[in-house]
């Protein structure tokens, strides 16, 4: 019913920049919040930073400053711009949406599939 797909991952070194792109389709009525999580390899997956449909933001403290998270609600895409990245960002980056579907009247969450990010040199 509803695709999310994640890009923008790869490898950079600490002190570098990569935007993070999730753009959703299918049968979308509409979005509430959309937002970024991160799993490293033996953690829990965190909450990055989320968007209301409304621009409202909220972001991990680990991320404040260096982190913008932003949307273009036409386009159904949500960004995450990561600056001055360090090796405890590296992580699967995973795309969460809050999308009301077709002939529903409820949100469902929905997730991508991920993608990598690797901080190192």
């Known amino acids: 019913q509803v695709q999310l797909v994640e890009s923008g991952g790869g490898l950079v070194q600490p002190g570098g920049s990569l935007r993070l792109s999730c753009a959703a389709s299918?049968?979308?009525?509409?979005?509430?919040?959309m937002g970024w999580y991160r799993q490293a390899p033996g953690k829990e997956r965190e909450l990055v930073a989320s968007?209301?449909?409304?621009?409202?933001?909220k972001y991990a403290d680990s991320v404040k400053a260096r982190f913008t998270i932003s949307r273009d609600n036409a386009k159904n895409t949500v960004y995450l711009q990561m600056n001055s990245l360090n090796s405890e960002d590296t992580a699967v980056y995973y795309c969460?949406?809050?999308?009301?579907?077709?002939?529903?009247?409820?949100?469902?969450?929905?997730w991508g599939r991920g993608t990598q990010v690797t901080v190192s040199s």
């Open positions: 968007i209301t449909s409304g621009g409202n933001t």
């Open positions: 299918g049968s979308i009525i509409s979005i509430n919040a």
């Open positions: 969460n949406a809050d999308v009301r579907v077709r002939y529903t009247f409820t949100f469902y969450a929905f």
